[in-house]
């Protein structure tokens, strides 16, 4: 049989062609309504899955942000207190040294003092010593 006698035979037990249009239109609507349905739950799951890409992603990202961050924080404090550990090491070493040398100058100043010479007073004036004014006058007395 060819194709128009088969859809006259079919429209003639449905009732005619109208009805043969309304049976296809229904299954074509139904048919439709289930590819809907069957991609709106694969749209739902598809969506499902993007959304915990989306947030899991940015959770995890946070997540290693956030522990990196805190290790270069924890290293900076470290850092710097060891430098300051080294620093507190090395002050009573160096104050000690400084301690010591400035001994060992004042012992060699009161090893250098003249015995006999008195030291000048505190706000006096300076004159040079009575030998070298003497000294001076004999000079002028001289050359005159």
Known sequence: MWDFAE?????????GPAAL??????????KAVQLAAQ???????QGFVGGVLAVGVSAAGWKAFKAYRDR????????????AAVTADAA???????LAEAEAVLATAQADTVVGEQEPEPGAE????????????????VSA
């Open 92 to 98: 009573p070493a160096a104050e000690e040294a400084v």
């Open 72 to 83: 270069t924080e924890a290293a900076a404090p470290a850092a710097t207190s060891e430098a």
């Open 7 to 15: 859809l006259s035979e079919e429209a003639s037990k449905l009732g």
């Open 126 to 141: 300076s004159s040079p010593p009575a030998s070298a004014q003497s000294a001076a006058a004999a000079d002028e007395d």
């Open 39 to 45: 991609s709106l739950r694969q749209g739902r799951i």
């Open 21 to 30: 249009r309304a049976v296809y239109i229904e299954k074509g609507f139904q």
